[in-house]
Every structure is written in structure tokens, then in C-alpha cells.
């Protein structure tokens, strides 16, 4: 009886080591903290950001500064700043000389006793506004073979890139000041009656056909606001969104690396803004011929602003 029970006993400890071990053996292995840091460590199976880098370039966008970090061998992302000098430049503008007047006449020869000549040209100042902020997205599709890169993001800036405004403030106060004295000035002539009152107070024989002073473009006639300035500027969308193409990696897998891109911000149709008399207003193809609205034609052409930097990029870790 002793020796049965002992046959059935070790039997039957035998079968519950081995259901034990079945059962150990079935049991999902949860991963553990180090599995995802050996995963996140190599690059390739973490969508975590594990890299980050920085570069300095220049181009077409200016000097251009990032920071950049790796989702994975095969995304990227950028954000950065492009610094382009503010360059300016000085032209010199006709303005429509004084007719129907003459030094002879009462009236204009005491406004120029109390007032001072009237100019002939303004001298302007163009500045260039091309600063902008980006943020880029990097898609590596042959990520084993070569760097070479599908790009798509954003630049960011102010929406006039260049600003045209008389060099000196109030130059041509006399002007406005010129312009309030006549009356009843026909829209399409831009004639009027000029009549004068002095400091004292003395009214002068009004002239008649006497025109006004400002800056003709095409048939657009722009006078001088009563604060004696005159501005202008080109506007494009402050968002511009980006496509392009390139080569080399934003964190290069050694320490240094060259990255070279080329695409286009797609920044909308260019419109082109003056500030007068009349407050701002956007000039048309409909309010400008000739000269001004051939200028107008080629503008709303330039739908896109071409982008080509060189890079000398950096892996931080």
C-alpha cells in the first residue's frame, strides 16, 4: 500500500513540474524598460526624437540657422531662421511739375515767400524685408542607400517685403500744403483753382488750370499725405508654403556634414500697396496703365520665390 502510494505521489509531482513549465513557456514576455531604450537607441524602431543637430547656411533665403532631430532613419524635422540684410536703395521720382502757374502771379509768388520752392523730384528709399522663420519636415525614402531628401513645411514672415518711403519725414509738406489750396480739382485732370491766403491773412486772385503736385503711375496720380509723405509696398502672404529636394542629412550620422536643398515658397500673387492722400490703397490693372501697369503684369507673374541653401550641419548627440 506504502509502495503505491509513492509510485502515485512521484507521478504525479512529475506532472504538475511539467504543467508549470507548459505554462511559463505560454505566457507572454512583456518587454521591459530596457527593451525600449535598446529599440530607441538604434534608431530605427522608435518613433521617438533620439538625435538632434544644428547647422548654419546661406542662400537665396539669406543666413539660415536650424535645429534639427530624427524621428527615425527615415523622418526629420527642422526649424530654423533665415537672416537676409535689410539692403536699401535710393531712387530719385518725378513729380508733375507745376502748370498753369508762374512766379508772376501774386498768389504763387507769395506762397513760395512763405513756404519755400517746390521740389521737382523725391528722393525714396526702397528696403528689402525678406526675414523669415521656417519649419520643415525631412522624408528620407532611401534611407539605407543615401541621404538624399523629400521636403515639405513652411516660411513664415512679414507680409511686405519691400517698403518704398521719402527718405526724409515730411519732405514734402509744401506740397501737401500746395495741393489743400486748390479747389475744385476735376478727377481725371487733376486741375483745379488755386487760391492762397497768407499769414496775414491777405487772400490773393484765384488762377485757374492750375495742377496738382504728386507722383504719376500710369493712371494712378498718388499725392502726398497732409504730414508731407509718401510710401509704397509689395505684398505677399505671410504664410508661404514649402516643397523641394535635396541631399545630406540635418543630423549627419559622423559629427560634421553638408546638406544642400533646393525648392520654391509658394507665397501667393504679389500686390503692390501706396499710401497718399487718400490712405492706403492697392493699386490694380484696372487704376494703372502704361508704365505702372506693365510693372503690375510682371509682379502678379511671380507666384513663387525660389529657394537654394547650402548647409554645414552638426550632430549634437
Known sequence: MLGITSVHAQVLTTTVQDTVATTVQSTPQYPTS????????????????????????????????????QFSDYIGLRAGVDWLPNVKVDADLDLSKVSGLSNTDLAYSQFIAENGGLPNKLTVQ?????????????????AE??????????????????????????????????????????PNTHEG?????????????????????????????LRPTDEGNLDASIQVSGFRPYVGIGIGRAVPRNRIGVQCDLGCQFWGTPSVYVSGAEGEEKLTKENTNGEGGDVLKILSKITVYPTLTIRLTGRIF
Not at 531604450?37 to 537665396?60: M, R
Not at 526702397?126 to 532611401?142: E, Q
Not at 511686405?160 to 500746395?178: M, R, W
Request: hydrophobic share 35%.
Open 34 to 69: 530596457s527593451y525600449f531604450s535598446e529599440k530607441g537607441n538604434s534608431g530605427s524602431s522608435s518613433f521617438l526624437p533620439n538625435k538632434l543637430g544644428a547647422s548654419l547656411g546661406v542662400g537665396t533665403t539669406g543666413v539660415t540657422f536650424d535645429l534639427s532631430t
Open 193 to 221: 483753382t488755386f487760391t492762397y491766403t497768407d499769414n496775414n491773412g491777405t487772400t490773393y486772385p484765384s488762377v485757374a488750370g492750375v495742377k496738382q503736385i504728386g507722383v504719376e503711375l500710369g493712371d494712378y496720380f
Open 145 to 186: 542607400f543615401n541621404s538624399l531628401h523629400l521636403t515639405v513645411g513652411g516660411y513664415f514672415g512679414a507680409k511686405k517685403i519691400v517698403k518704398v518711403y521719402n527718405k526724409e519725414e515730411g519732405a514734402l509738406k509744401a506740397v501737401s500744403k500746395f495741393n489743400s489750396s486748390l479747389t475744385g480739382v476735376d
Open 126 to 142: 526702397g528696403k528689402l524685408n525678406m526675414t523669415t522663420f521656417h519649419f520643415l519636415i525631412d522624408v528620407y525614402p532611401f
